[in-house]
């Protein structure tokens, strides 16, 4: 469970490595404005709350690192079609199965995985 | 009993994409919507609440999950932002519909509206082309 904003941001740049840069500055920019914000109006609300007991709260909400690291990195679509293939697939015929080609969006530099190469 | 925890599995996996198509379809028409409604620029975390307020299920889209959006729309032109300083926290980014972004959204809410009476027809239906 994640207890700062520190081990948080950091969490998540560990998720984005490999990542474009200018994909991580920003996504780690969203990332600290909101959870510092969001743990500022959960302190005013209640002063005796410390921080390491409003972040997992606030953690929740705005996704853990992975999850928000996943639409830059695509291993949300990887690991969903791997799933699917290994249920549907890889049971009936280990050999049918490939490997995933995935493909940036134009203009959105999301990878989108797009098939199954053999 | 394997079997069903696999179909339980399968359930979710389906339900999963299946409401992660749905908002990822739909998540910057409700962007551009609420900013095109504010009175003033906002930022990511005041946006987030403004879901919050108005979603049943307020983790159907996590909050981290907006900014990527938002950036893709200021990208687009569509929204314009700047960065102004906070008293009490880093500094925040403010956002706001432009005019590309006005009438992007205009055309969009007509599609939406014309994707909405379609899916309620099809839904709505009876026997549809079952007497073929």
Redesign the interface.
Known sequence: MVKSVDEYLRLLRKELAGSDAAVVQ??I??????L??????AV?GNPNTSEAEAIPAIAE???SPQ??AA??TGRWNRA?LW??AD?RTWAVNPSSLGSLECSPIP??G?PFCISFSR | MWGKN?NV??TE?AD??FQKELVSGVAALVLLTILDKAAEPM???QI?KVI?GQAED??VL????L??VL??LE??RLLESRVEP?V??????YYQVTELGRATLARWREMWNQMRSFVDTVMEGEGNGQEC
């Open positions: 920003d996504a920019a969203d990332a600290e404005e909101h510092r914000t969001a743990l500022a109006q005013n909400k705005y996704g999850e928000v639409p830059h969903f799933a699917l249920l203009g959105r999301e | 696999k599995d399968e996996s999963k994409k930022y990511g975390y987030a919050d307020a983790t996590k909050q981290g999950a900014y990527p950036r893709s990208s687009s906070s009490s926290g880093p500094p925040r980014r």
